[in-house]
């Protein structure tokens, strides 16, 4: 079964940036597809962005894209999340997750309501000050 771990998380100002990884150990990254999700104070989860299994295709959500890239590094084992001029809104606990089901995959990375992927990490908390 695979582990995810967040990291990279942390306090920027409004215009910097951060990079999150999502490390997966007990398999490999490539079999699965992964999705960053957050949590804002007060909002659902929402998703940001997803990569297809084995990283050929990616979605970025619309309140982030042309700020955010998703990106696989099979050699690391990890997915990341670069997130370029961070905006106060964008403070929120960021997550990882992943699955093998094709299903779940293609409906997560169309951004289908109720999909939820099956392996998650804890969480890495970004706050955007202004």
């Known amino acids: 079964q695979v582990q995810l771990a967040e990291s990279g998380g942390g306090s920027v100002q409004a215009g910097g940036s951060l990079t999150l990884s999502c490390k997966a150990s007990?398999?490999?990254?490539?079999?699965?597809?992964v999705g960053w999700f957050r949590q804002r104070p007060g909002k659902e989860r929402e998703g940001v962005a997803v990569?297809?299994?084995?990283?050929?295709?990616?979605n970025i959500a619309d309140s982030v894209k042309g700020r955010f890239t998703i990106s696989q590094d099979n050699a690391e084992n990890t997915v990341s999340l670069q997130m370029n001029s961070l905006k106060t809104e964008d403070t929120a606990i960021y997550y990882c997750?992943?699955?093998?089901?094709?299903?779940?995959?293609?409906?997560?990375?169309?951004?289908?309501?109720?999909?939820?992927?099956?392996?998650w990490g804890q969480g890495t908390q970004v706050t955007v000050s202004s």
């Open positions: 997750a992943a699955d093998n089901d094709p299903g779940r995959c293609l409906a997560a990375r169309h951004w289908v309501p109720g999909t939820l992927l099956t392996y």
């Open positions: 007990g398999d490999r990254i490539s079999r699965f597809c």
């Open positions: 990569i297809s299994t084995g990283g050929g295709a990616s």
